[in-house]
């Protein structure tokens, strides 16, 4: 594994853990839809588990699938094209710095992003209606797989990224790397996801993180100013 690849699965990583106020805002709904959609009788913890395992599993698999496929391309541009490596980790490295700048709440012009995805999303968006109420695991896992392609501007950031990588194996793991950070967010649920969005959303946290996203995206860029 390259250092360049080791930093990038860091990063994307902890973009994953830093966006996590983002994510349940764009997926809680669907969390506490898989969890209330059951009986009152049915609502015990290892069911309550095994769904939100399922769909956590299906959503990284979507999101490992895209980063195969960007990373695919990557490649063949770099094949392709003189020089488009070297602009590709910059639009990487600016992806980065808007995502530092939405987390940070300096500006939102990423969000603007996410309608990239809507027309893809009004087709695949149906599908998932169809698999509700979820009564089993194959259901979620299935519905997570679906809601993976939920336009996201944090995921298309890191899009960005495994294109940048030149491979369809390092985006895959790229995004691995994301959905893993998004995890810890997206598996709690009642009170304890309330107080850990809370405690996401507040000003200091959120400054901090976007500080350390923007100093992972400057070190990123030393090796295009030559300085590493």
């Known amino acids: 594994m390259t250092e360049l690849l080791a930093a990038g699965l860091l990063t994307a990583f ?16 669907i969390v506490s839809a898989l969890s209330f959609a059951l009986p009152p009788s049915q609502r015990h913890p290892l069911r309550i588990a095994s769904l939100m ?52 709440q300096w500006w939102n012009g990423l969000t603007r992003v996410e309608a990239l995805g ?16 979820v009564q089993h695991a194959g259901q979620a896992l299935v519905i997570g797989g679906i809601w993976g392609w939920l336009p996201c501007g944090l995921v298309y950031s890191m899009l960005l990224l495994a294109l ?49 996203l923007v100093a992972f995206a400057l070190w990123m860029a030393l090796p295009l100013f030559g300085l590493k």
Do not use: D
């Open 118 to 133: 809507k027309h893809l999303w009004r087709w695949l968006e149906p599908l998932s209606r169809r698999l509700m109420p």
């Open 53 to 104: 395992l399922s769909y956590n599993l299906g959503r990284i698999g979507s999101y490992m699938l895209a980063g195969m496929l960007a990373g695919g391309l990557g490649q063949l541009l770099i094949n392709q094209l003189v020089g488009i490596r070297l602009v590709l980790s910059w639009l990487a490295v600016i992806m980065l710095l808007l995502m530092a700048s939405y987390i940070g």
């Open 164 to 212: 940048s990588s030149g491979s369809s194996l390092n985006g895959a793991l790229l995004l691995l790397a994301f959905g893993l950070g998004t995890l810890p967010t997206l598996l709690v649920t009642g009170a304890l996801a309330r107080q850990l969005t809370g405690l996401l959303r507040q000003p200091l946290w959120r400054q901090l993180s976007a500080i350390l």
């Open 14 to 29: 902890i973009a994953g853990l830093l966006g996590g106020g983002h994510c349940i805002g764009m997926c809680g709904g």
